[in-house]
């Protein structure tokens, strides 16, 4: 099969941190989401032991207790980041992505569906272990949202709950051996039409044979 490069492409370019446009009112399909999640299986993993886990939480009970968690943490953690920017809070970039994390904060448990990936085991100590165990599942994770994209659906991965991830562990029934790595607020989008984000020029962040050398 021809590779169709120019679609791959705009979806890799433009798989945005959905925050503003979760259309909080269209329902998703078991369907569709259990397709992305399939699609994030062919994911590579070390040694292919596919350690991911997910818990899709739809239940109106646990999104609420998932929601106040998330709530508590990203209140403080925005206070926090209000305090240490001052008035560079009002630059418009900076403006955009804290009114952006404000609103999913504020309407996180009338998403529709809280995704929760996990990895089956325990955070290690150690570079190069930490690396296999997280790089174990953010590849899924990115598979995950490159799918949904593909759909008309679109998300944000975060890790903010994190802070309070005993108390989510419960809500979830999950296993003191089960790791928690984010929190995927999923849903259709209210626009398909997303743009490519300005990012660091490359050839300030890839280097050609030894650090600091431009690619390009
Ligand atoms: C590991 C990781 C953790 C993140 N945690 C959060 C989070 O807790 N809350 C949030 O709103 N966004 C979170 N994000 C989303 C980033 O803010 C977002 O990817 C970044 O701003 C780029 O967005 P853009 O692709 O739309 O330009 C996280 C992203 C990553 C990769």
């Known amino acids: 099969m021809d590779i169709d490069t120019t679609g791959v492409d705009h979806v890799l370019s433009t798989t945005r941190a959905v925050r503003r446009k979760l259309d909080l009112d269209r329902p998703v399909s078991p369907e569709v989401l259990e397709t992305c999640l399939r699609l994030s299986t062919y994911a590579p993993s070390p040694g292919n032991q596919q350690s ?27 206070a926090g980041v209000r305090a240490e920017l001052g ?14 994390v404000q609103h999913l904060i504020d309407v996180i448990d009338r998403v529709p569906v809280l995704v929760v990936p996990c990895v089956q085991g325990t955070p290690p100590s150690g ?12 590849p899924a994770v ?16 975060t890790t903010l709950h994190l802070q309070r991830e005993r108390e989510a ?33 490359l050839g300030t962040v890839a280097f050609l044979d030894t650090w600091g050398r431009p690619l390009t």
């Open 52 to 78: 991911w886990r997910w818990i899709v939480v739809r239940d109106p009970w646990s999104r609420k207790q998932l929601g106040a968690l998330f709530r508590e943490v990203g209140r403080a953690y925005l």
């Open 87 to 100: 008035a560079a809070v009002a630059h418009p970039p900076v403006r955009r992505m804290v009114g952006s």
């Open 127 to 138: 570079n190069a272990e930490a690396a296999s165990f997280y790089g174990g599942i953010y």
């Open 142 to 157: 990115w598979s995950f949202q490159l799918a949904l994209r593909s759909r008309g659906l679109g998300t944000v991965l």
């Open 169 to 201: 562990a419960e809500i979830l029934g999950l296993p003191a051996d089960v790791t928690q790595v984010g929190l995927l607020p999923v849903a259709h989008t209210t626009t398909t039409d997303f743009r490519p984000p300005a990012r660091r020029p």
